[in-house]
T-cell receptor, first 111, second 114 residues
Framework: NAGVTQTPKFQVLKTGQSMTLQCAQD?????MYWYRQDPGMGLRLIYY???????DKGEVPNGYNVSRLNKREFSLRLESAAPSQTSVYFC??????????FGDGTRLSIL | QKEVEQDPGPLSVPEGAIVSLNCTYS??????FMWYRQYSRKGPELLMY????GNKEDGRFTAQVDKSSKYISLFIRDSQPSDSATYLC??????????????FGTGTRLTVIP
């Protein structure tokens, strides 16, 4: 049982390049989330999907788009990467009103 | 003011010590309270989950919630070197959509010295 799987684990981009981060969960959870984690800032919610077919903005959505492909998969897209988006990105999933379960993150550097 | 405040530490204790980790918050709508443990280069792992006020114990770990003071704590008894990690508090309200959107503290880095 893999839980939440994120790909890739590491990526280096140049400013202006685009990229999609992938996330899949095998726990049959309804809700999925994308966070970024920066030193001194903690985890901040970028976007979430309460259930299949819905997506909503979190605290820091600017510069990102998301797609809830199906119940298992939730992707995060950077259309034109900026150095300020250098961060560690975490995907999580949960059942309704239950604690979230996290993947091991994607470490993204933008030069 | 951030919604959730947590002392970042770092905190170093000898093996066997009792560790106390704390968070304060400002949003009285928070009802669900969690503690996550995060090892280096890993994702957060759920340790404790409580609803509303009160205490919850699980092995060496005890979580306390005082909603009147907007204060939560995690106690670790008989601390072990394997407890060395960053501890994140997190909390949420009861959103209508069912999504449990969490607000996190910045984390406290703990080192347990053998």
């Amino acid at each position: 049982n893999a839980g939440v799987t994120q790909t890739p684990k590491f990526q280096v981009l140049k400013t202006g390049q685009s990229m999609t981060l992938q996330c899949a969960q095998d726990m049959n959870h309804n809700s999925m989330y994308w966070y970024r984690q920066d030193p001194g800032m903690g985890l901040r919610l970028i976007y979430y999907s309460a259930s299949e077919g819905t997506t909503d903005k979190g605290e820091v959505p600017n510069g990102y788009n998301v797609s809830r492909l199906n119940k298992r998969e939730f992707s995060l897209r950077l259309e034109s990467a900026a150095p300020s988006q250098t961060s560690v990105y975490f995907c999580a999933s949960s059942e309704f009103w239950q604690p979230q379960h996290f993947g091991d993150g994607t470490r993204l550097s933008i030069l | 003011q951030k919604e959730v405040e947590q002392d970042p530490g770092p905190l170093s204790v000898p093996e066997g010590a009792i560790v106390s980790l704390n968070c304060t918050y400002s949003n009285s709508a928070f009802q669900y309270f969690m503690w996550y443990r995060q090892y280096s280069r890993k994702g957060p792992e759920l340790l404790m989950y409580t609803y509303s006020s009160g205490n919850k114990e699980d092995g060496r770990f005890t979580a306390q919630v005082d909603k009147s003071s907007k204060y939560i704590s995690l106690f670790i008894r008989d601390s072990q070197p394997s407890d060395s990690a960053t501890y994140l508090c997190a909390m949420s309200g009861s959103g209508e959509t069912g999504a449990n959107n969490l607000f996190f503290g910045t984390g406290t880095r703990l080192t347990v010295i053998p």
